[in-house]
Structures are given as structure tokens and as C-alpha cells.
């Protein structure tokens, strides 16, 4: 089956700067990557997703990469806040619904003012 | 307001005892599932269902069992509770067609001692 790996899985940075999380895939059928974010004793919501069609994909802050050789794809957040502290999971699917989805270990966002 | 709700929140149970954990939606989603939560894994796909009586496995099915009867409604059981099914549980609906974004409830925190 799919398996999805996340790095890193701590991340810290100053109020301003820019925060990559990484991930890499192994199901190369896979076709639906989406982000989510899980404040702490919340549940996880989607903030941005991407279709192996398409190669990048911005939203104000955040943006999403897939590279579709490599089988990696890609956060970036720019101009960190300290709201954007949280969990940040990835995930993939191979399901055109994607419901059926793998995720990644999560990596823990601390943005220090 | 459009939700997924989960009963209960919180659940300190023995082991053996069999328990449910109820799941519904509002907003007449097509595709529900269950993940757990569990420290570094992030969320592993127990079960999912993309309609009325039809239910798969996901990634750890071993220990529970769902069951699909209406559309608004995905419980979630465990009939012979053990240690090792002590996590964070959310449900999750999506509508399958026009987005592929996960709605979940919020948690279920279980303890099996």
C-alpha cells in the first residue's frame, strides 16, 4: 500500500520567516495530495490540496509543490505568524474521491515571536 | 450548522468491554471514515464507507468493526476493547463529487485500560 513519509517532524521558527514541510510517497498511481492543519485540542482542517496534474499551487501564505518523478511534494508558508502554530499533516490518494487517504507523521509548526 | 459530531468525547473503558462510538453528519456527504490518532503516526484509515451498506478497510481495520445503515451515520466498534486500541479517534465525511475535503468531527479520546 501507500506509504507516506513526513519531514521534519519538529519545526521551529522565528515570526516572519518561512516554514518547508516535506513529504515523499511511494504509490506513484497517486493523484490527490492535500495539506491539513491540527491546532492543538482541535480537529485537522484542509488548508490547501493538489492534483498530480498540476505542479504548484498557491493560497495567500501558503503554497503546495509536487514533483511527480521524485514522488515528493511540498509546504511552504511564508511570513510565519504565531497563529500558524499547529500540526501540519500530509497526505495522499490514489482514489479520485480521496477518501481513501495515507497520511504523514505530522511535523509540529512552532513560530516564535 | 453543517457538522459531523462524535459520541462519546471522552471514554475510560476496561478491557473487553465492548463499546461504540457514534458518528453522524449533516451535511449529506456521500464518503465517511474513521482514523486514529496515534503520537508520530498521524492518522491511519480504520474503515471507510462511500455509501449506504458499503464499507471497506483502510490501513488498520484489525479490532473494529462500522457499520453503514444510513447516509448521516458511521459507528464505530470495538468489540473486545484492548490497550493497544487506546488513541484518538476522529470521523470524518466528505462529499466525494465536486472536493475531495475531509470534514471531521471532533475526536474521541478513548482509553482502554
Known amino acids: 500500500g501507500e506509504n507516506v513519509e513526513q519531514h521534519p517532524s519538529t519545526l521551529s521558527v522565528q515570526e516572519g520567516d518561512s516554514a518547508v514541510i516535506k513529504c515523499t510517497y511511494s504509490d506513484s498511481a497517486s493523484n490527490y495530495f492535500p495539506w491539513y492543519k491540527q491546532e492543538l485540542g482541535k480537529r485537522p482542517q484542509l488548508i490547501i490540496d493538489?492534483?498530480?496534474?498540476?505542479g504548484e499551487k498557491k493560497d495567500q501564505r501558503i503554497a503546495v509543490t509536487l514533483n511527480k518523478t521524485a514522488k515528493h511534494f511540498s509546504l511552504h508558508i511564508t511570513e510565519t505568524q504565531p497563529e500558524d502554530s499547529a500540526v501540519y499533516f500530509c497526505?495522499?490518494?490514489?482514489?479520485?474521491?480521496?477518501?481513501?487517504?495515507?497520511f504523514g507523521g505530522g511535523t509540529r509548526l512552532m513560530v516564535k515571536p | 450548522e453543517a457538522q459531523v459530531t462524535q459520541n462519546p468525547r471522552y471514554l475510560i473503558t476496561v478491557t473487553g468491554k465492548k463499546l461504540t462510538v457514534t458518528c453522524s453528519q449533516n451535511m449529506n456527504h456521500e464518503y465517511m471514515s474513521w482514523y486514529r490518532q496515534d503520537p508520530g503516526l498521524g492518522l491511519r484509515q480504520i474503515y471507510y464507507s462511500m455509501n449506504v451498506e458499503v464499507t471497506d478497510k483502510g490501513d488498520v481495520p484489525e479490532g473494529y468493526k462500522v457499520s453503514r445503515k444510513e447516509k448521516r451515520n458511521f459507528p464505530l466498534i470495538l468489540e473486545s476493547p484492548s490497550p493497544n486500541q487506546t488513541s484518538l479517534y476522529f470521523c470524518a465525511s466528505s462529499p466525494g463529487t465536486m472536493t475531495n475535503e475531509q470534514f471531521f468531527g471532533p475526536g474521541t479520546r478513548l482509553t482502554v485500560l
Open positions: 497526505a495522499a490518494s490514489k482514489n479520485n474521491a480521496g477518501n481513501m487517504l495515507t
Open positions: 493538489i492534483r498530480s496534474n498540476v
